[in-house]
């Protein structure tokens, strides 16, 4: 396979990077994406990803797991698998979103799809959030804030916001719900605790709506 984007604006080590990333998506999409479409996906994703990005080391591995992510919705919007897949939102993708995202996928396993996004994705995923989670025995330490995408929110059954407002997509057909929640940003472990909790109750709530059978 050829790079159709060569990128003379990064260093050797992001390039190689890169190219590695579109190797592993060009063989897990063979046959359903052509390589152009890949790379492309995958360099957007990288730069969507590097204007908020502090430590830019990591960005070939999380653009991949975004392009990923990405590429996946695109596919599922031709061809539903009957799992249901719901979208969070939220202003930074930091905290309320990820930890929705976190207990879905905790409570459904691979019995419905979760998503999260940002209309203004933050550096991090907020600190109190994680331990906050990691209290439950769920892991949200390796996700990372992004932006959301077309593709996402057209592949989603349902998009959850939480308080992004006008900023939040709206497209039509789709099932939306606007969860009223504190926001966790600059709070400590004490004051998250009651949030993460809440969410988990809307979760629970979604996925009886949707009759997706929950562990625990």
């Not at 990591?58 to 991949?64: D, S, T, V, Y």
């Not at 799992?83 to 996928?105: D, E, T």
Request: proline share 6%.
């Amino acid at each position: 396979m050829t790079e159709t984007f060569p990128r003379a604006d990064l260093d050797p080590v992001q390039r190689h990077g890169l190219a590695s990333a579109a190797r592993n998506l060009g063989e897990q999409f063979a046959g359903v994406f052509g390589w152009e479409t890949i790379e492309q996906f995958l360099h957007g994703s990288y730069d969507q990803l590097a204007e908020t990005a502090t430590v830019p080391t990591f960005l070939p591995l999380l653009a991949e797991r975004f392009a990923r992510q990405r590429l996946l919705a695109l596919a599922r919007v031709g061809d539903h698998d009957g799992k249901p897949a719901v979208l969070f939102l939220c202003v930074h993708n930091a905290g309320r979103s990820q930890m929705a995202m976190g207990w879905l996928q905790h409570l459904a396993g691979d019995r419905a799809i979760a998503w999260s996004g940002g209309s203004e994705p933050g550096k991090e995923v907020n600190p109190s959030a994680v331990k906050a989670m990691r209290e439950v025995g769920i892991d949200i330490s390796t996700e990372f804030p992004k932006p959301w995408t077309d593709e996402v929110v057209r592949a989603a059954d349902v998009v959850v916001t939480m308080g992004c407002g006008d900023a939040c997509p709206v497209f039509p057909g789709k099932r939306y719900e606007d969860w009223v929640l504190d926001d966790p940003a600059g709070q400590d472990l004490e004051a998250v605790r009651p949030i993460r909790d809440e969410i988990e109750q809307r979760v629970r709530a979604l996925l009886a709506e949707l009759h997706v059978p929950m562990v625990g």
